[in-house]
C-alpha cells in the first residue's frame, strides 16, 4: 500500500484479556519496528524485524508481549493478559533498508485502552 | 548506548516568530539524525535527516536542522512559524552502521508547539 496501515484505530478492553495489533507495512519495505508511546514519554522500542532474519526482541517489556510477522509482510503484536499500564499507542514502522538510510515511515498507530 | 534529550517538554510561540527547538545525542560515533514530526492522532512524519555531508539539513515545510559535532546537538529551527505547525516534534538517533545487529531509532521525549495567533 501506499503507506504503514495499524489497525484498529482505536481498542479498549478489559484487563486481563488478551488483545493483537495488526501491522501492514509498505509493500517492499523489508524492516519492520513496532514501538510503544505512552502518556508524556518519548518511543520505546519494542521489536525490530530484518527480513527473514531472527527478530531483535530485546524492547518488549514482559514475557506477555510477542510479535510476529508471516510472510515477511503483515506484523501481529500480541499482549496478553493485559494490564492498566499496558495502555498506550502502539506505532509500527517499516523502513527499506535496515539501517534505515531512508528513515521510518510510521503507521497512525493504535490507541489501546485497558479499563 | 544512544540516547537524545529535548530539554524543553513545551514552547509556546507567536504565529510568524522564529523557532528553535534543542535536541542534544550522546552516541559514540557519528550518528544518523532525525526530526519527526506527529500531530494528533497521528503516526510520525518524517520533516528531515542528517548522515554524512552539509551539517545544514534542509525538511519539509520550511524546517531546517544544523547538526554541531562539538555540541553533540542537532537542533530544529523555522523562521517564521505557522499555526498549522502545531504538533510536537521528536527528534531522534540511529546507529551508523550497526553491522550484524539490529538497527533502531531511539527518540527523545518530544516538545509540544503551541502557537498562538
Known amino acids: 500500500g501506499a503507506g504503514v496501515s495499524q489497525s484498529p484505530s482505536n481498542k479498549v478492553t478489559e484487563k486481563g484479556k488478551d488483545v493483537e495489533l495488526r501491522c501492514d507495512p509498505i509493500?517492499?519495505?523489508?524492516?519492520l519496528y513496532w514501538y510503544r508511546q505512552s502518556l508524556g514519554q518519548g518511543l520505546e522500542f519494542l521489536i525490530y524485524?530484518?527480513?527473514?532474519?531472527?527478530?531483535?526482541k530485546s524492547g518488549l517489556p514482559s514475557d506477555r508481549f510477542s510479535a510476529e510477522r508471516t510472510g515477511g509482510s503483515v506484523s501481529t503484536l500480541t499482549i496478553q493478559r493485559t494490564q492498566q499500564e499496558d495502555s498506550a499507542v502502539y506505532l509500527c514502522?517499516?523502513?527499506?533498508?535496515?539501517?534505515?538510510?531512508?528513515?521510518?515511515?510510521f503507521g497512525s498507530g493504535t490507541r489501546l485502552t485497558v479499563v | 548506548a544512544q540516547s537524545v534529550t529535548q530539554p524543553d517538554i513545551h514552547i509556546t510561540v507567536s504565529e510568524g516568530a522564529s523557532l528553535e527547538l534543542r535536541c542534544n545525542y550522546s552516541?559514540?560515533?557519528?550518528?544518523?539524525l532525525f526530526w519527526y514530526v506527529q500531530s494528533p492522532g497521528q503516526g510520525l512524519q518524517l520533516l528531515l535527516k542528517?548522515?554524512?555531508?552539509?551539517?545544514l539539513v534542509q525538511g519539509i515545510k520550511g524546517f531546517e536542522a544544523e547538526f554541531k559535532r562539538s555540541q553533540s546537538s542537532f537542533n530544529l529551527r523555522k523562521p517564521s512559524v505557522h499555526w498549522s505547525d502545531a504538533a510536537e516534534y521528536f527528534c531522534a538517533v540511529g546507529a551508523r552502521d550497526s553491522g550484524a545487529g539490529s538497527y533502531q531509532l531511539t527518540f527523545g521525549k518530544g516538545t509540544k508547539l503551541s502557537v498562538i495567533p
Open positions: 514502522a517499516s523502513s527499506f533498508r535496515d539501517r534505515g538510510t531512508y528513515g521510518y515511515t
Open positions: 552516541y559514540g560515533a557519528t550518528p544518523y
Open positions: 542528517y548522515f554524512s555531508g552539509d551539517t
Open positions: 509493500s517492499g519495505h523489508t524492516a
Open positions: 524485524f530484518q527480513g527473514n532474519s531472527a527478530p531483535d
